[in-house]
């Protein structure tokens, strides 16, 4: 345990990008090919403050993803509006029945219909929704930014929860890689405004070093010294 450090991935401070995950491994969808579709969520788990912007959001445009955290957050069939729900039966810490820990069983929900929750072994479904949006609209939390990063999926911020996530929002909006609600909203959603923070992510692919590769090259330096 000598050799254990902390590694940040982001630096406020520095306003830059340290090293990123590798979460899917798959190319950006281009703007023009994504749903005219927003996902709303609180993070993994269900915090923040975007409820309170469902109703304005409504009157927009937008078709709205919605991640439930608990089945009585559902409403009925309206044709703008679908939700996703994470089991709440699954547990991080808990393996599944082949022994093993994985990523979280997920679906859509509809009230009065049993949902039918999958497994994927290789990243978190909720990756895929984020990937052919046009923007997420939630806290910047740390996950949260990982994925709009790698998805180039602009981030709609909300407030944050703590002053870590304060920190995260002022560098996404530095970055030119995220945008607050209040502002977004005085351009009356303009989806022409997302497009251009979809560009400067973009621009940033392949830009930074991946983590996984650090580590690594940290056990072969390690081993080596060993042998």
Not at 127 to 147: E, H, M, Q, Y
Not at 189 to 211: C, I
């Amino acid at each position: 345990f000598d050799d254990i450090r902390s590694k940040w991935l982001m630096s406020a401070h520095e306003c830059k990008i340290n090293c990123l995950l590798d979460i899917a491994k798959k190319v950006p969808i281009p703007f023009n090919q994504r749903d005219h579709a927003l996902l709303i969520h609180g993070g993994g788990w269900g915090m923040g403050t975007y409820r309170s912007k469902i109703s304005a959001l409504e009157l927009t445009p937008f078709h709205l993803n919605i991640i439930a955290y608990n089945f009585s957050e559902l409403t009925p069939d309206r044709s703008q509006i679908s939700y996703y729900m994470t089991d709440p039966d699954w547990s991080p810490w808990i393996q599944n029945k082949e022994g093993k820990y994985g990523f979280p069983p997920f679906a859509p929900v509809r009230i009065g219909v049993r949902p039918e929750f999958t497994v994927s072994d290789e990243y978190p479904q909720l990756f895929d929704i984020t990937r052919r949006v046009k923007a997420v609209v939630g806290k910047p939390g740390g996950s949260t930014l990982l994925d709009s990063l790698e998805a180039a999926t602009p981030l709609v911020l909300l407030e944050g929860v703590g002053e870590h996530e304060e920190k995260n929002a002022d560098l996404w909006q530095k970055l030119g890689f995220g945008i607050n609600y209040s502002d977004w909203e005085r351009t009356g959603f303009d989806s022409l405004e997302l497009e251009r923070l979809h560009v400067n992510l973009l621009a940033q692919q392949g830009m930074f070093p991946k983590y996984i590769d650090e580590v690594l090259a940290r056990i072969k330096s390690i081993e080596s010294r060993n042998s």
